[in-house]
């Protein structure tokens, strides 16, 4: 129960389980590609946006140096403004260069050429606090200070977003000034930061608190956004730099990667699926193996013919169990041996193991099989039949020999006791036809020696009544008559005897009945019957009683009459059937009788045929002797009865004899 | 014992040889014989009985196997005929059918004879059997007599007979039969003249058997 249920549940479980499993590694794989790739992606980001930082501040740097050269040149040669208005054509992120005295008063200025001056509407003065801030940060470092950022409105309604930037003026190691720069965060963005960055992506500069201050960068094209802030500290300002990447929605495959894991996982599915199949279809012809194997084991234990396998080396690799129970070895006992395989007589060994090599050589034994002796394990010696083929494995290779044994003893027994009957059958049929011969010759011999006898008698009879005259005449005529009639007695005494040398087994008489008579001669009847093509029918009661006869005889009898019977129902019989039955006759007086009869469908008896049918040494065959019926007479009358004939209804011929019931007086 | 002269041997053999030789020799022996070829023509001349009368003594020499009707076929139709006592049998038989032969004997044949024959000690069975036909003959004949002088009786004479036969005196009859003395004595006298007896002991003797 345990070993068949099981399995089945747990196969009923597990490729749930492994499905699920499959699915949610499959899942678990997908969504892990996907973080890894947004982790990628975020972290390129963050690295632009530190670019875009690092650039920002290298630019800062290099136009503090600028300035500081514009600080140092010698303005005896060209005037500040005019160095200043080049610079500003070359840094288009300055909106102008200011020169402040120590006070910070605006001691020369320059605007941009690339747009309208910025502070034409309210006035600079509105962002002095911030140019105040920066210039202190510029003063107390020595170095460049940053102002916060501050919103200028434009007079076309937009606004600007600008820082100062204050470098200190140092003559001779005395402030004298400072210079300030105001730069457009805008235009930090588009002329600081690298292409590259902006291209897919937007800058921004943001307060701390998130508050966006300018941007630049292309529109956003997706629904997934990736953001990075980088902190910009300046010296007097801090600000904060984001990376805005617009990604679209995520893909089904938003990558190789994810796209390889989930062909895999398909693939893989694909392959379980395939497994799966296989397995039951594997399970299917495993099942129908096992039926198979089933049946073939019924079958190999069914027979009666032993079955018996030895590979090419001659060692025993199967054998059956009726094989096991015809030598009386177990299997295990035979299995594996070699020459001389256990069953061999010992004193056939050499001529089997002769054998066995030729068969071993690969001399096909006779297909018709091999009559061998066998040896049981008790000693017993037994004929068998032994029909061998060659094993061919499923490669085509012959890996041995497979036979097939019959154990014939019962057989050879049947035909021994059968050949005997016959034989002994055939020794009275024999006997009978001499005692026959003698029998016909007796009485044929008889008759003219009675009539000799009679002669010599009625002669010597004339004699002593004087019918010769002369005595010595008389005399010697008596004398010689006398003679005549003792040597006819003599030949009568020798036939007598030679008569009763041949019968002398007439008194055999025993109780015997008839359905046993019947079953003696059956075989030999059946056996011509098979031959000539007739049925045989039997009408035999069970309960008639026994009748006294010689048994061998009436055989004889029956044997005859039924062979006559068969062979009256030549080719042009429609129906040949050969019926034999057993009835109570009409009693007499002192005696009860059983009739038998045999009755074929042949042509009948002819008219001529009939009044010479028991006459000694007529036959209508042509290997008869003419005694057959004349012997039948004889044996039936000799037992009291009567042996008669008459034409069967429709066609054909019924004979009949008779014979005293055991017990009865005959 | 003496041959009636009257007497007359049927002989039924299939073997003409064996036929005519025993002819000639009841002839040296002064039996008269009638020869047959086969049982059937012999049934054939008893059922057309003229010329063998049932007074004659005779005997049947039968040969036990013939074609056509066998000989012990033929005996079964003379025991059906009540013929074995005028007609003795006298199987002639081979070695063969002795067993035969001695189961009819059994059955009221008179004798069987081994072929080939001591011949005289033939002709001696065939002479007894003759006379043992003649003797049943000759019972029968006064059977016949008997019933015949019977019939003749009238019924008061019967009675008187039977009376007589039991041995009472006449004076007993005639009082039994309430008729006289005298009239006793004449029917007596008429009974025994009629019945051809002389005194009542024979009269007796011959009633017996009845």
Redesign the interface.
């Known amino acids: 129960m345990l070993f068949s249920i099981a399995p089945r549940l747990g196969r009923r479980v597990l490729w749930p389980v492994l499905v699920l499993l499959v699915l949610s590694m499959l899942s678990t794989l997908v969504w892990l590609a996907g973080r890894y790739e947004v982790t990628q992606v975020q972290s390129r980001i963050e690295r632009d946006a530190a670019d875009a930082v690092s650039d920002i501040r290298t630019a800062l740097t290099r136009n503090v140096q600028s300035l500081q050269a514009l600080q140092y040149a010698n303005h005896s040669a060209a005037p500040w403004t005019q160095e200043a208005s080049i610079m500003l054509r070359e840094h288009r992120e300055w909106l102008r260069l200011e020169l402040r005295d120590t006070d910070l008063r605006v001691v020369n200025s320059v605007d941009t050429p690339f747009r309208a001056p910025a502070f034409t509407r309210f006035g600079r003065e509105a962002n002095q606090p911030e140019v105040v801030q920066a210039c202190g940060v510029a003063r107390r470092q020595s170095g460049p200070g940053y102002g916060a950022s501050t919103y200028v409105p434009q007079a076309n309604g937009l606004g600007l977003e600008i820082m100062d930037m204050c470098l200190p003026v140092i003559t001779d190691g005395q402030l004298t000034g400072f210079t300030v720069a105001t730069y457009s965060l805008g235009e930090i963005l588009v002329n600081m930061v690298g292409p590259q960055l902006t291209r897919s992506q937007e800058v921004s500069f943001t307060e701390s608190d998130g508050t966006r201050l300018a941007m630049h960068g292309t529109a956003r094209r997706g629904s997934r956004v990736f953001i990075a802030k980088q902190l910009m500290d300046l010296p007097g300002h801090t600000m904060v730099l984001r990376l805005d990447s617009w990604r679209g929605a995520p893909d089904l495959f938003p990558n190789v990667l994810t796209a390889l894991v989930t062909a895999m996982a398909i693939a893989l599915v694909t392959v379980l699926v395939m497994l799966a199949r296989d397995m039951r279809r594997r399970q299917r012809v495993e099942l129908d193996l096992a039926d198979a194997l089933a049946f073939r084991k019924a079958m190999e234990d069914s027979l009666v013919t032993g079955l018996r396998a030895r590979d090419s080396e001659g060692r025993i690799t199967y054998v059956n169990p009726a094989f096991c129970e015809m030598v009386g070895f177990e299997a295990q006992e035979l299995i594996g041996k070699s020459i001389p395989a256990p069953y061999w007589p010992p004193e056939m060994v050499d001529e089997y193991g002769q054998r066995q090599a030729l068969r071993l050589a690969g001399n096909a034994p006779p297909r018709e099989g091999a009559e061998s002796v066998f040896m049981r394990k008790n000693g017993e010696r037994f004929p068998v039949m032994i029909f061998e083929a060659p094993l061919i494995n499923a490669l085509g290779e012959q890996t041995g020999w497979m036979g097939a044994v019959l154990d014939v003893s019962e057989q050879r027994r049947v035909e021994e006791v059968s050949r005997a009957s016959q034989e002994r059958l055939q020794a009275t049929a024999r006997l009978a036809t001499v005692g026959e011969m003698a029998s016909l010759l007796s009485h044929e011999l008889n008759q003219p020696l009675a009539a000799i006898s009679s002669y010599a008698t009625g002669s010597m009879n004339l004699l002593q009544e004087g019918a010769v005259k002369d005595p010595h005449l008389a005399e010697t005529l008596s004398s010689a008559i006398q003679r005549i009639g003792q040597q006819a007695e003599r030949a009568g005494k020798v036939i007598k005897s030679v008569h009763d040398f041949v019968r002398r087994r007439d008194q055999a008489r025993e109780a015997v009945t008839p359905r046993a008579l019947l079953d003696d001669v059956m075989p030999l009847v059946i056996l011509q019957a098979r031959k000539l093509g007739v049925r045989v029918v039997v009408h035999c009661l069970s309960d008639l009683p026994a009748v006294l006869c010689d048994r061998t005889m009436v055989e004889q009898v029956l044997l005859n009459l039924a062979r006559n019977a068969m062979q009256a129902m030549t080719g042009d019989t429609p129906h040949k059937v050969l019926t034999l039955s057993v009835r109570p006759a009409a009693s007499s007086a002192n005696s009860r009788w059983v009739e038998f009869w045999v009755a074929d469908l042949g042509h009948g008896i002819p008219e001529g045929v009939a009044e010479k049918l028991f006459t000694p040494f007529f036959t209508t065959k042509q290997e008869g002797m003419g005694l057959g019926l004349s012997l039948c007479r004889t044996v039936v009358e000799q037992h009291g009865g009567f042996l008669s004939h008459h034409a069967n209804n429709p066609r054909g011929t019924v004979f009949s004899f008779t014979l005293p019931q055991s017990g009865t007086e005959a | 014992m003496q041959p009636t002269e009257d007497a007359l041997v049927f002989i039924v053999d299939d073997?003409a040889?064996?036929r005519?030789?025993?002819a000639?020799?009841l002839?040296?022996?002064r039996l008269p014989s009638q020869s047959f070829e086969s049982a059937d023509a012999f049934a054939e001349f008893l059922n057309s009985s003229i010329a063998w009368q049932p007074s004659q003594p005779g005997c049947l020499l039968l040969d036990v196997?013939m074609?056509g009707m066998s000989g012990?076929a033929l005996f079964e139709q003379l025991i059906e005929r009540q013929l074995l006592d005028v007609l003795p049998v006298i199987f002639?038989t081979?070695?063969?059918?002795v067993?035969?032969a001695v189961?009819s004997v059994k059955r009221g044949a008179f004798d069987f004879c081994e072929?080939?024959?001591?011949?005289?000690a033939l002709?001696d069975r065939i002479e007894q059997a003759l006379a043992r036909s003649a003797q049943t003959l000759q019972a029968l004949r006064t059977k016949q007599c008997l019933q015949h002088n019977l019939a003749d009786l009238t019924e008061r004479e019967r009675d008187v007979m039977h009376l007589v036969v039991e041995g009472l005196p006449n004076k007993l009859i005639a009082d039994q039969l309430d008729i006289s003395v005298r009239t006793v004595e004449v029917h007596r006298a008429r009974v025994f003249d009629k019945m051809n007896v002389k005194s009542a002991v024979e009269l007796a003797n011959l009633l017996r058997g009845e």
């Open positions: 073997d040889g064996v005519e030789a025993l000639w020799l002839r040296s022996r196997r074609p012990l002639l081979g070695h063969a059918d067993p035969t189961d072929k080939p024959f001591s011949d005289n002709v």
